[in-house]
C-alpha cells in the first residue's frame, strides 16, 4: 500500500527553539491509506496530519491562484471616504458590493478573510490614464444594514485603502483622489442618497492572499503537542497533554483523571432549586429537556481528562443543549472560581454558526434577564503575518502582539458618522463592544486615547510616536473588554495564537465539532487549559472537507493527489465515535413532522433516531395540508409519510464546467416551487406565516440555475427559498424540501452516507427527491453494474411504500 516514490525531510520546529531538519525515511505512499482509528504510535500521528496537511496546505495555494485567475466580477458602489482613516500615504474609501450567488458566492470574501481588490475602469485625467489595481481590502460589517433599503441592506461593505500619491509618467509622484472619480454619495453619513444606482455601479475583481492561515494554526497546534519546548511557558499545560494522549488511543488512554463539572458548578446537578437563582426561563428550558439531553447533563459528572463528546441527530437539539448548558453556568458564579464570571469559549468552523449561535446566546440571556453578560462575536483575530511565517518557520509573527487599531479606527468612524444603531438583538463583535466599552469610559479610563482620536478627528496627521502610543492604548482598550468577557463565540483558527493570552475560558465548547478536520479540533486542546472541552455534533451527517478524492480527480484539478485526505476527513469526534468513545447520544428529532425521520434513523442510526412527537402531534394541520398535496402531486394514495420519490420521463443529465445539471428536472422543480409559494395555505411549523423551501443539489451547476431562476422572482418569494448544494445545506432547514438529484446515468457521489444523510434530513414538513432510477446501479471493475448501497434503499423503500410517482 505504501510505494513510495520520493523521500521527504520534516522541519521540526517550535516556540522556543530553532528549526532542525530530520531526515525521515518513510516515503509518501501512491495509494489512498486506510484511516487509523486509535494511534498507539505518536509518530504515525504525526507523520499522517502533518504530511497530509502540507499536501491539502500545497493545493489550497494552488485552487486560490485557479480562483484568482477566473477574475471573477463583482458589482461594486464606491460611496465615499470614511473619515480619520486617512493617513500619509492612503485614504480607506466605503465601497458597498452585491453579495452573488451561484459560483461567484464560494468566491465572496468573508469578514475574516485577506485580499485585495481590482476596478475595472481606467481613469483618464489630463495627467494620463491610471488603474485602480491591488488595492489592500477588508470585508467589514455593512453600517447601513439598519436603513429602510433592502438592496443597501443586502450589500457586503469593504474598506479599501486607495494610494493618495500616484507616479505621472516620467515625473514626480503627484497625489491625486482617483476613486473620487466614483464616489456616489457625498459622504458615508448621508444616508438619503445612499442608493445602487446601475448607472454609477463599477465592476471590480477581487484577488485572495494565498496564506493559509487555517493549515499554519493547526500545523502549529501539532507541534505545541508533540515538540519538546525548553521554556516551560511555552509548552502545553498538562491537561493538555492528558487530554491529547487520550485523543491519540481511545482503546489505551493512559492516565485517566475524572471532572466533575457539577462540583464546579452545582447548579448543574438541580437547576430547579430556588436556592440556585437560576432564571425562570432557562429553568423552563431545562425542564423541556428530554431523556437524552438529561443523560447528557449528567454525564458531565464524571468527564475523562476533561474531553466530553455529544454525538446528535439530526433536530435532536444540540446546539440547544450547548446554549441551556452555558445559561445555567453563567446563571451564578462557581464558589470554587476566584474570579467574579465563568469565561465560555464557543467555537464553531463555519463563520455563519459563529454569528448565529453569538446571537442565538445573546437573545436567550436577553429574554432569560441575564443582561449583565457581556457576549461578543469574532470572525477574526488581527494577526500580522509576513510572507517569511510560513511552514516549517518559528510561530513569533503568528504569536506577535495583535494591532487592533485599524479595525477599532474603522469601527469607531463608522458609528460616529452613521446615524444608525447596532441592532439591539444581535450580539457585538469585538470591535463593537471595544468601542461602546471607550464611549463609556472615555471620559475616565481612557482620557488618553479620547484625545488622540479628538486630534485625529481635527484632520491632525500624528507622528510616530503618537502612533505608536495610540496602538498601546487601543490594545488596552481591548485587553480590557476581553478580560470582562463571559462567552467569545468564533473560528478555532481565530482562537488559535496570542488570544488564547488574552482569554482564559473555563468552559471550551465546540460544535459541529465532526465538520472540522482532526488538528483544528486540536487547537483549542493545545492552546487552552479550561474545566472542560465538550465537542458536539452528529458524526453521522458531516466530515471534514478535503481538496480531491483520488489520484485521477487530483491529476484533473492540477492538484497533487493527498494519500492521507481519508485520515483527514476523519475527525476526532468520528474517530472517537467509531470505537465506543463518545460520552452521549442524542437520538430524538424535534425537526421532523409526518414520520420524516424514519427514513434516515433507519438508513444511519439503526433505527435508533425516534421522533419528539406523538402520533396526536405529528399531522399539525399545516403538515397533513402537504400530506395532501404529495398526493395530489404523485397521483399516490394515503402516502404514510410526508416523502415522495419522483421520476421524471425524459430528464436527462448534462455536463457543465466539470459539473451536472438536469433541465428537465430544474424546470419541474421551479414549476412546483413557484406553485407552492403562490399556494395560501401553505404555512410554516417556526411560527405565525408563510412556508419556506429548501432547493438542494449535490451539484454547483445545478445550483447556479436555480439562483439564476429564483432571482428573478419577487422579494417575498425569494425570502422564502434557499438554494444550497447538499454540502453547504448542513445546519439549514426548511417546511418543504426539493432534493434534486440530477443524475441519470449512475449515482455520482451521492451515494455518500454522510451526505446523502445531510439531504434528507433538512425538511420539517414535506420532502419531494427527484431522482433516477439509474442512480440506484453503480459500476465496479470490469463494467459489472451492482446496486448503490444507500440510493438503492431509498428508491426501493418508495415503491415498497407506494410513494414512487412517475411522471
Same mark, same amino acid.
Given at each position: 500500500?505504501?510505494?513510495?516514490?520520493?523521500? #521527504?525531510?520534516?522541519?521540526?520546529?517550535?516556540?522556543?527553539?530553532?528549526?532542525?531538519?530530520?531526515?525521515?525515511?518513510?516515503?509518501?505512499?501512491?495509494?489512498?491509506?486506510?484511516?487509523?482509528?486509535?494511534?498507539?504510535?505518536?509518530?504515525?500521528?504525526?507523520?499522517?496530519?502533518?504530511?497530509?496537511?502540507?499536501?491539502?496546505?500545497?493545493?489550497?495555494?494552488?485552487?486560490?491562484?485557479?480562483?484568482?485567475?477566473? &477574475?471573477?466580477? *463583482?458589482?461594486?458602489?464606491?460611496?465615499?471616504?470614511?473619515?480619520?482613516?486617512?493617513? $500619509?500615504?492612503?485614504?480607506?474609501?466605503?465601497?458597498?458590493?452585491?453579495?452573488?450567488?451561484?459560483?461567484?458566492?464560494?468566491?465572496?470574501?468573508?469578514?475574516?478573510?485577506?485580499?485585495?481588490?481590482?476596478?475595472?475602469?481606467?481613469?483618464? +485625467?489630463?495627467?494620463?490614464?491610471?488603474?485602480?489595481?491591488?488595492?489592500?481590502?477588508?470585508?467589514?460589517?455593512?453600517?447601513?444594514?439598519?436603513?429602510? $433599503?433592502?438592496?443597501?441592506?443586502?450589500?457586503?461593505?469593504?474598506?479599501?485603502?486607495?494610494?493618495?500619491?500616484?507616479?505621472?509618467?516620467?515625473?514626480?509622484?503627484?497625489?491625486?483622489?482617483?476613486?473620487?472619480? !466614483?464616489?456616489?454619495?457625498?459622504?458615508?453619513?448621508?444616508?438619503?442618497?445612499?442608493?445602487?444606482?446601475?448607472?454609477?455601479?463599477?465592476?471590480?475583481?477581487?484577488? @485572495?492572499?494565498?496564506?493559509?492561515?487555517?493549515?499554519?494554526?493547526?500545523?502549529?497546534?501539532?507541534?505545541?503537542?508533540?515538540?519538546?519546548?525548553?521554556?516551560?511557558?511555552?509548552?502545553?499545560?498538562?491537561?493538555?497533554?492528558?487530554? @491529547?494522549?487520550?485523543?491519540?488511543?481511545?482503546?489505551?488512554?493512559?492516565?485517566?483523571?475524572? =471532572?466533575?463539572?457539577?462540583?464546579? !458548578?452545582?447548579?448543574?446537578?438541580?437547576?430547579?432549586?430556588?436556592?440556585?437563582?437560576?432564571?425562570?426561563?432557562?429553568?423552563?428550558?431545562?425542564?423541556?429537556?428530554?431523556?437524552?439531553? +438529561?443523560?447528557?447533563?449528567?454525564?458531565?459528572?464524571?468527564?475523562?481528562?476533561?474531553?466530553? @463528546?455529544?454525538?446528535?441527530?439530526?433536530?435532536?437539539?444540540?446546539?440547544?443543549?450547548?446554549?441551556?448548558?452555558?445559561?445555567?453556568?453563567?446563571?451564578?458564579?462557581?464558589?470554587?472560581?476566584?474570579?467574579?464570571?465563568?469565561?465560555?469559549?464557543?467555537?464553531?468552523?463555519?463563520?455563519?454558526?459563529?454569528?448565529?449561535?453569538?446571537? +442565538?446566546?445573546?437573545?436567550?440571556?436577553?429574554?432569560?434577564?441575564?443582561?449583565?453578560?457581556?457576549?461578543?462575536?469574532?470572525?477574526?483575530?488581527? /494577526?500580522?503575518?509576513?510572507?517569511?511565517?510560513?511552514?516549517?518557520?518559528?510561530?513569533?509573527?503568528?504569536?506577535?502582539?495583535?494591532?487592533?487599531?485599524?479595525?477599532?479606527?474603522?469601527?469607531?468612524?463608522?458609528?460616529?458618522?452613521?446615524?444608525?444603531?447596532?441592532?439591539?438583538?444581535?450580539?457585538?463583535?469585538?470591535?463593537?463592544?471595544?468601542?461602546? /466599552?471607550?464611549?463609556?469610559?472615555?471620559?475616565?479610563?481612557?482620557?488618553?486615547?479620547?484625545?488622540?482620536?479628538?486630534?485625529?478627528?481635527?484632520?491632525?496627521?500624528?507622528?510616530?510616536?503618537?502612533?505608536?502610543?495610540?496602538?498601546?492604548?487601543?490594545?488596552?482598550?481591548?485587553?480590557?473588554?476581553?478580560?470582562?468577557?463571559? *462567552?467569545?463565540?468564533?473560528?478555532?483558527?481565530?482562537?488559535?495564537?496570542?488570544?488564547?493570552?488574552?482569554?482564559?475560558?473555563?468552559?471550551?465548547?465546540?460544535?459541529?465539532?465532526?465538520?472540522?478536520?482532526?488538528?483544528?479540533?486540536?487547537?483549542?486542546?493545545? *492552546?487552552?487549559?479550561?474545566?472542560?472541552?465538550?465537542?458536539?455534533?452528529?458524526?453521522?451527517?458531516?466530515?471534514?472537507?478535503?481538496?480531491?478524492?483520488?489520484?485521477?480527480?487530483?491529476? =484533473?484539478?492540477?492538484?497533487? *493527489?493527498?494519500?492521507?485526505?481519508?485520515?483527514?476527513?476523519?475527525?476526532?469526534?468520528?474517530?472517537?465515535?467509531?470505537?465506543?468513545? #463518545?460520552?452521549?447520544?442524542?437520538?430524538?428529532?424535534? =425537526?421532523?413532522?409526518?414520520?420524516?425521520?424514519?427514513?434516515?434513523?433507519?438508513?444511519?442510526?439503526?433505527?435508533?433516531?425516534?421522533?419528539?412527537?406523538?402520533?396526536?402531534?405529528?399531522?399539525?394541520?399545516?403538515?397533513?395540508?402537504?400530506?395532501?398535496?404529495?398526493?395530489?402531486?404523485?397521483?399516490?394514495?394515503?402516502?404514510?409519510?410526508?416523502?415522495?420519490?419522483?421520476?421524471?420521463?425524459?430528464?436527462?443529465?448534462?455536463?457543465?464546467?466539470?459539473?451536472?445539471?438536469?433541465?428537465?428536472?430544474?424546470?419541474?422543480?421551479?414549476?412546483?416551487?413557484?406553485?407552492?409559494?403562490?399556494?395560501?395555505?401553505?404555512?410554516?411549523?417556526?411560527?405565525?406565516?408563510?412556508?419556506?423551501?429548501?432547493?438542494?443539489?449535490?451539484?454547483?451547476?445545478?445550483?447556479?440555475?436555480?439562483?439564476?431562476?429564483?432571482?428573478?422572482?419577487?422579494?417575498?418569494?425569494?425570502?422564502?427559498?434557499?438554494?444550497?448544494?447538499?454540502?453547504?445545506?448542513?445546519?439549514?432547514?426548511?417546511?418543504?424540501?426539493?432534493?434534486?438529484?440530477? &443524475?441519470?446515468?449512475?449515482?455520482?457521489?451521492?451515494?455518500?452516507?454522510?451526505?446523502?444523510? #445531510?439531504?434528507?434530513?433538512?425538511?420539517?414538513?414535506?420532502?419531494?427527491?427527484?431522482?433516477?432510477?439509474?442512480?440506484? @446501479?453503480? =459500476?465496479?471493475?470490469?463494467?459489472?453494474?451492482?446496486?448503490?448501497?444507500?440510493?438503492?434503499?431509498?428508491?426501493?423503500?418508495?415503491?415498497?411504500?407506494?410513494?414512487?410517482?412517475?411522471?
Amino acid at each position: 500500500m505504501e510505494a513510495s516514490t520520493n523521500s #521527504v525531510t520534516q522541519t521540526v520546529p517550535s516556540d522556543d527553539m530553532d528549526a532542525v531538519e530530520i531526515p525521515i525515511k518513510r516515503a509518501i505512499p501512491q495509494q489512498m491509506l486506510v484511516p487509523c482509528l486509535n494511534f498507539p504510535d505518536q509518530d504515525e500521528y504525526v507523520w499522517r496530519h502533518e504530511q497530509g496537511t502540507v499536501i491539502e496546505m500545497d493545493n489550497e495555494e494552488k485552487a486560490m491562484k485557479r480562483l484568482n485567475n477566473k &477574475r471573477l466580477p *463583482f458589482q461594486a458602489w464606491p460611496i465615499a471616504p470614511i473619515p480619520g482613516l486617512t493617513t $500619509a500615504f492612503s485614504k480607506s474609501w466605503l465601497l458597498l458590493v452585491k453579495v452573488p450567488g451561484g459560483e461567484a458566492a464560494e468566491a465572496f470574501p468573508s469578514l475574516a478573510d485577506r485580499f485585495t481588490i481590482d476596478m475595472d475602469s481606467i481613469i483618464r +485625467r489630463r495627467e494620463g490614464e491610471f488603474s485602480l489595481v491591488r488595492l489592500a481590502a477588508s470585508r467589514i460589517a455593512n453600517p447601513y444594514e439598519t436603513i429602510d $433599503a433592502d438592496e443597501v441592506q443586502r450589500c457586503a461593505a469593504f474598506k479599501v485603502d486607495v494610494p493618495r500619491s500616484w507616479k505621472v509618467g516620467d515625473g514626480p509622484y503627484q497625489e491625486m483622489d482617483l476613486m473620487a472619480t !466614483f464616489q456616489t454619495a457625498s459622504s458615508i453619513s448621508d444616508t438619503g442618497s445612499i442608493a445602487l444606482d446601475p448607472h454609477k455601479q463599477q465592476t471590480i475583481f477581487v484577488q @485572495f492572499d494565498a496564506n493559509c492561515l487555517t493549515f499554519e494554526a493547526e500545523l502549529a497546534a501539532l507541534r505545541c503537542l508533540t515538540v519538546e519546548h525548553r521554556l516551560k511557558e511555552m509548552a502545553p499545560s498538562k491537561l493538555s497533554l492528558d487530554a @491529547f494522549k487520550m485523543l491519540q488511543n481511545f482503546s489505551s488512554p493512559g492516565w485517566i483523571s475524572v =471532572r466533575n463539572l457539577h462540583d464546579e !458548578f452545582p447548579q448543574l446537578r438541580n437547576p430547579c432549586l430556588r436556592s440556585h437563582r437560576v432564571p425562570r426561563l432557562i429553568v423552563e428550558k431545562f425542564k423541556a429537556f428530554n431523556a437524552d439531553h +438529561r443523560a447528557a447533563l449528567e454525564g458531565l459528572q464524571s468527564i475523562p481528562n476533561s474531553v466530553y @463528546f455529544v454525538n446528535g441527530c439530526p433536530g435532536a437539539g444540540k446546539t440547544e443543549w450547548n446554549m441551556v448548558l452555558a445559561a445555567l453556568i453563567h446563571s451564578k458564579r462557581s464558589p470554587k472560581s476566584r474570579r467574579r464570571h465563568t469565561p465560555i469559549l464557543f467555537l464553531v468552523d463555519i463563520n455563519k454558526a459563529v454569528d448565529d449561535a453569538a446571537n +442565538r446566546y445573546y437573545r436567550l440571556c436577553q429574554d432569560a434577564g441575564l443582561k449583565r453578560l457581556r457576549i461578543i462575536r469574532m470572525h477574526s483575530w488581527p /494577526y500580522e503575518i509576513r510572507n517569511s511565517a510560513k511552514l516549517n518557520k518559528g510561530s513569533d509573527d503568528i504569536d506577535a502582539e495583535p494591532d487592533f487599531t485599524k479595525k477599532f479606527l474603522t469601527t469607531a468612524s463608522l458609528a460616529q458618522h452613521i446615524e444608525t444603531q447596532r441592532n439591539p438583538r444581535q450580539a457585538p463583535t469585538l470591535d463593537e463592544a471595544s468601542w461602546e /466599552y471607550y464611549e463609556l469610559h472615555k471620559g475616565d479610563i481612557f482620557q488618553g486615547l479620547c484625545k488622540l482620536l479628538t486630534r485625529m478627528d481635527e484632520g491632525e496627521a500624528l507622528g510616530n510616536e503618537d502612533w505608536k502610543a495610540l496602538r498601546r492604548l487601543v490594545s488596552l482598550l481591548y485587553r480590557a473588554v476581553l478580560a470582562q468577557t463571559d *462567552f467569545v463565540a468564533t473560528t478555532p483558527v481565530a482562537a488559535f495564537g496570542h488570544f488564547s493570552k488574552l482569554f482564559k475560558p473555563d468552559l471550551v465548547v465546540m460544535d459541529e465539532a465532526p465538520h472540522a478536520r482532526e488538528l483544528t479540533s486540536l487547537i483549542p486542546i493545545a *492552546f487552552y487549559s479550561p474545566l472542560a472541552w465538550i465537542f458536539t455534533g452528529d458524526v453521522n451527517q458531516t466530515r471534514p472537507f478535503v481538496k480531491n478524492d483520488n489520484k485521477q480527480s487530483a491529476e =484533473r484539478a492540477g492538484l497533487q *493527489f493527498n494519500p492521507f485526505a481519508e485520515q483527514l476527513r476523519t475527525s476526532i469526534m468520528a474517530r472517537a465515535a467509531a470505537v465506543g468513545a #463518545v460520552n452521549s447520544k442524542l437520538l430524538v428529532n424535534k =425537526r421532523s413532522f409526518a414520520n420524516l425521520h424514519r427514513l434516515p434513523s433507519k438508513l444511519f442510526y439503526d433505527g435508533q433516531m425516534s421522533s419528539g412527537y406523538d402520533e396526536a402531534s405529528l399531522y399539525p394541520p399545516s403538515t397533513m395540508y402537504l400530506k395532501g398535496y404529495l398526493e395530489k402531486l404523485g397521483g399516490v394514495k394515503d402516502v404514510g409519510e410526508n416523502r415522495l420519490v419522483v421520476r421524471l420521463q425524459g430528464g436527462k443529465e448534462q455536463k457543465l464546467r466539470e459539473s451536472f445539471w438536469n433541465p428537465a428536472h430544474h424546470d419541474w422543480v421551479v414549476k412546483q416551487v413557484r406553485l407552492l409559494l403562490q399556494d395560501e395555505s401553505f404555512d410554516t411549523m417556526t411560527g405565525s406565516g408563510k412556508g419556506t423551501i429548501l432547493i438542494a443539489t449535490p451539484y454547483s451547476t445545478s445550483v447556479r440555475q436555480y439562483h439564476a431562476s429564483v432571482k428573478t422572482w419577487p422579494e417575498e418569494w425569494q425570502d422564502r427559498v434557499e438554494v444550497l448544494t447538499v454540502d453547504k445545506a448542513q445546519g439549514n432547514e426548511a417546511d418543504v424540501v426539493f432534493l434534486d438529484l440530477v &443524475r441519470t446515468e449512475r449515482p455520482g457521489f451521492m451515494d455518500d452516507p454522510q451526505r446523502l444523510n #445531510v439531504a434528507i434530513s433538512r425538511a420539517r414538513q414535506a420532502e419531494v427527491i427527484v431522482m433516477h432510477p439509474c442512480m440506484t @446501479f453503480r =459500476r465496479v471493475a470490469g463494467g459489472r453494474r451492482i446496486r448503490s448501497k444507500y440510493l438503492s434503499e431509498i428508491w426501493d423503500d418508495a415503491v415498497a411504500s407506494g410513494r414512487l410517482a412517475t411522471l
